[in-house]
């Protein structure tokens, strides 16, 4: 079961304001904006009156919350599902830490209130892509809505990309629906690789190559060749970095402080 306990103010007059002017540049016609904290408890047993008050209590910070009903179109933005946020993990353990194991899960979002003249289906969805980060947020309408943050999937079955029957528009159409972000060279390199080993590649070993080839890994580029001015470098960039610690010799240790248990 769900709970829902409303949150304070998530947006001051300054970040509002803003926010209305990112608007009418846009040429969206918003004209008030009401934004605060709401938070979903995913409980696996009802509180008592008593654990009540204390989850109460330790959602509790912030600016004051106003007695008033909001108004406008709800606009309600959390983590995406199948993620967990940092604050849910942390709010999590506090309140497992005072006691309250009938929370399975706290997650917070921010619920938008969006007072508009009338704007098409098309503009709602330029609002809603203001107010959130696509890769790490999504967006709902209603605050019950937020039940799918806590809906656990069976884990889908490995599937492979027809890369022998459909040649190279199988790794295109496949680094699109799965949000790969291949390069050209990188698609052109799978494609030998594959069908020098006589097989398809399945969703794993494409999601595996395109997380060791992203920006998040710097190995790759880092010791790539290494051109300044239009002239090829002796040294990658990994052993340029490198190179002023090698004449000395020098073993280098710095302090480390532990923190107590």
Known sequence: MMEILRGSPALSAFR???LLARFQAARLQVHNIYAEYVHFADLNAPLNDSEQAQL???LQYGPALSSHTPTGK???????PGTISPWS??????AHNCGLQQVDRLERGVAYYIEASTLTAEQWRQVAAELHDRMMETVFSSLTDAEKLFIHHQPAPVSSVDLLAEGRQALIAANLRLGLALAEDEIDY???AFIKLGRNPNDI????FAQANSEHC???IFNADWIIDGKPQPKSLFKMIKTPSKPRRTMYSLPIKTMPR
């Open 16 to 18: 509002i304001n803003k």
């Open 56 to 58: 109460t209590r330790l």
């Open 74 to 80: 709800l606009l309600l933005v959390t983590p995406r």
């Open 89 to 94: 993990s942390k709010a999590t353990d506090i």
């Open 190 to 192: 799978l494609q030998a």
């Open 205 to 208: 070993e494409l999601y595996m």
């Open 218 to 220: 710097r190995h790759k």
